[in-house]
T-cell receptor, first 114, second 116 residues
């Protein structure tokens, strides 16, 4: 069964450093998403992406964040200058259609900012 | 903005028994989708079941079923014949079908323990 994959599984970085989190969505899916989950808290939406542009973003997704689909398979989330409060689990998801279509999640990347 | 509330931070059930997890939501929209996701210790988010608001029939998926009460804005998950592998954090989520937005809005989660 096709699945969303994410790398790395765990990333440790120093405050102020740039990080890139990588995702490979399900191959026939056209819509891509990033969510984050701070330890012990609910899952929060960051951004959705379709046709090589952001279709929706939350108030969390400020200028420090960017997303890109650099090739036909990868979808990345970049944090330019990490802060301690960026420590969280970051989930990538994809769906075949928009609207009510089910979003399938990857296993997540645990980001630890020291 | 829509909100999703799960009022039970923790629940426990005996193996082979039935348990119901509660979820309520607040929205002014009439067309939307509701989901239950499971998050085991590995922290991967796994879809359990989905419900379209325009459908009156409650969704079922093997041992998992929902009780969708649109007027009450309630969406509970029933797990029958609970198994040890059902132990996980369960999240209720809402998605609008009326706006162009695509975000899922999650509740706080319910930690389910299954006792042998």
């Amino acid at each position: 069964e096709p699945e969303v994959t994410q790398t790395p599984s765990h990333q440790v970085t120093q405050m102020g450093q740039e990080v890139i989190l990588r995702c490979v969505p399900i191959s026939n899916h056209l819509y891509f998403y990033w969510y984050r989950q701070i330890l012990g808290q609910k899952v929060e939406f960051l951004v959705s992406f379709y046709n090589n542009e952001i279709s929706e973003k939350s108030e969390i997704f400020d200028d420090q964040f960017s997303v890109e689909r650099p090739d036909g398979s990868n979808f990345t989330l970049k944090i330019r200058s990490t802060k301690l409060e960026d420590s969280a689990m970051y989930f990538c998801a994809s769906s075949e259609f928009v609207g009510g279509d089910t979003q399938y999640f990857g296993p997540g990347t645990r980001l630890t900012v020291l | 903005a829509q909100t999703v509330t799960q009022s039970q931070p923790e629940m426990s059930v005996q193996e082979a028994e039935t348990v119901t997890l509660s979820c309520t939501y607040d929205t002014s929209e009439s067309d939307y989708y509701l989901f239950w996701y499971k998050q085991p210790p590995s922290r991967q988010m796994i879809l359990v079941i989905r419900q379209e608001a325009y459908k009156q029939q409650n969704a079922t998926e093997n041992r998992f079923s929902v009780n969708f009460q649109k007027a009450a804005k309630s969406f509970s998950l029933k797990i029958s014949d609970s198994q040890l592998g059902d132990a996980a954090m369960y999240f209720c989520a809402y998605r609008s079908a009326e706006t162009s937005g695509s975000r899922l809005t999650f509740g706080e989660g319910t930690q389910l323990t299954v006792n042998p």
